[in-house]
Nanobody, 125 residues
C-alpha cells in the first residue's frame, strides 16, 4: 500500500501559477506510475497528467502546454507545475499511484489503487 499526501493547493487569479506536491511512502521497488487527477462537484474524476518512474508522461488535452508533471525519486515526491491557470482549472486535485501501468491507460482512474486526500485549487477570473 502506498500512502500519498498532497500539498500546494490554494487560490490564485487567472493567469497565475501553482505547484502541487505529493509525497509517497510505503512502497519499494521501481516502475511506480503516478498521476494527478482533478474533480469538480457533480463531475467524474479527470486524469490530467501522469508519469511512470520518471520516464514516459501523458497529459490531458485540457492542460497540455500549461501543466508539467515531474518526479523526484530521491524525495519520493511527485509535482505538478501549473501555469497560465484558468477559472475552469478550479477543482480538487488528487495524487494517485500504482505499481506499474500501461502507457495508454495512464490517465484512467481505474488504473490506480492508491489515492491521496486531495488539495483544493481555486482560480478566480
Amino acid at each position: 500500500q502506498v500512502q500519498l499526501v498532497e500539498s500546494g493547493g490554494g487560490s490564485v487569479q487567472a493567469g497565475g501559477s501553482l505547484r502541487l506536491s505529493c509525497v509517497a511512502s510505503g512502497y519499494t521497488g521501481s516502475n511506480l506510475c503516478m498521476a494527478w487527477f482533478r474533480q469538480t462537484p457533480g463531475k467524474e474524476r479527470e486524469g490530467i497528467a501522469a508519469i511512470e518512474d520518471d520516464g514516459p508522461t501523458s497529459y490531458a488535452d485540457s492542460v497540455t502546454g500549461r501543466f508539467t508533471i515531474s518526479l523526484d525519486n530521491a524525495k519520493n515526491a511527485l509535482y505538478l507545475q501549473m501555469n497560465s491557470l484558468k477559472p475552469e482549472d478550479t477543482a480538487m486535485y488528487y495524487c494517485a499511484a500504482v505499481k506499474a501501468c500501461l502507457k495508454w491507460l495512464m490517465l484512467q482512474e481505474s488504473s490506480y489503487n492508491n489515492w491521496g486526500q486531495g488539495t483544493q485549487v481555486t482560480v478566480s477570473s
